[in-house]
């Protein structure tokens, strides 16, 4: 039975540990290491993956071609624009080309939709890269640098301000799997999927994820404060949008309210000044450079799991 990895809970919370501490494993094995140079058992030898970009990408993009090479892998990238996808071929039709040609495919695209389309006609592996809906991968390697910087992420409290979007969706999928506290402060009219939300309350027990409107609130206490570009790729640069997003940027008023040894992430890139201040970001508390190399560590142990070789 082939693993698909489409958003966390798919994979569930036993799958998660067991991908998160073999990131760890790999990522301290490597200390000193160049970056070239492949894992000393090269698991994916003779292995390709296939990824393609619908969407533009810097960390994705070389994260996942690195991560296979470390592997012992080696990768094909695509734009759409490029393929026959691109002028009409179908996903299914593209999924099931692909399957004869590669062991696994990374797609980074819009349409949640999609993902599923080309999972549910693929022979092989399928990894999202990042949707409209929700951004596994970059959870993955959030929940790595909190272990690093924590110990775990069990019992800890995360803060997220700004725009209910992918990442957010993620993340609160992440603590109702690996019992977290989510608090989101988020303006009207811009809250996570009410469906997402409501599987996590239902998955959660002693901590659903608390929806607010007040940033202090949210922030208080809180082990990492979480925020994300409040325009996205794909978006008008609106206005309105921006002036309500205004009172949730976080800055060094904001985050005294977080606990004393309070974690900053971003997944990035930042649009320095819109949600986050440069105190903030290149601040003593911003982890976001450990957050970004982490999605090379993860995103292999996720690869080791979909193709049979872990757990």
């Known amino acids: 039975m082939k693993k698909d990895f489409l958003d966390l809970a798919d994979a569930g919370a036993p799958a998660l540990r067991a991908m998160l501490a073999e990131a ?63 002028r009409g071929e179908s996903i299914a039709d593209t999924a099931r080309v692909l399957s004869r040609y590669v062991d696994a495919i990374m797609i980074r695209t819009d349409d949640h939709a999609k993902v599923e389309e080309l999972a549910a006609h693929a022979t092989v592996p399928v990894i999202n890269g990042l949707t409209d809906r929700s951004h596994p991968c970059q959870i993955m390697a959030d929940l790595l640098t909190v272990i690093e910087r924590k110990g775990a992420v069990e019992g800890t409290r995360w803060a997220w301000l700004g725009d209910g979007n992918n990442v957010l969706a993620s993340i609160i999928e992440a603590g109702s799997l690996l019992g977290f506290e989510v608090a989101a402060a988020c303006p009207e009219g811009y809250d996570p999927d009410p469906a997402i939300v409501a599987a996590a309350r239902a998955r959660a027990g002693n901590h659903p994820p608390l929806l607010t409107r007040d940033p202090g609130e949210a922030v208080r206490g809180a082990d990492v404060v979480v925020t994300d570009t409040w325009i996205s790729m794909g978006q008008a640069h609106a206005e309105a949008k921006l002036a309500a997003m205004t009172p949730y940027r976080v800055d060094e008023a904001l985050m005294a309210r977080a606990d004393a040894g309070g974690l900053f992430l971003h997944c990035l890139p930042a649009h320095r000044g819109e949600e986050v201040t440069d105190a903030v970001i290149d601040g003593p508390r911003s982890a976001i450079w450990d957050e970004a190399e982490n999605r090379l560590h993860a995103q292999k142990a996720v690869l080791l799991w979909c193709l049979g070789k872990l757990g």
């Open 24 to 86: 760890r494993r790999r990522k301290q094995a490597r200390a000193g290491w160049t970056k070239g140079r492949a894992d000393a058992d090269a698991p994916l030898v003779g292995h390709t993956l296939a990824m393609i970009f619908e969407k533009n990408s810097t960390r994705t993009r070389v994260s996942f071609d690195m991560a296979m090479r470390q592997l012992g892998g080696t990768t094909i990238v695509m734009d759409a624009g490029s393929m026959q996808l691109g």
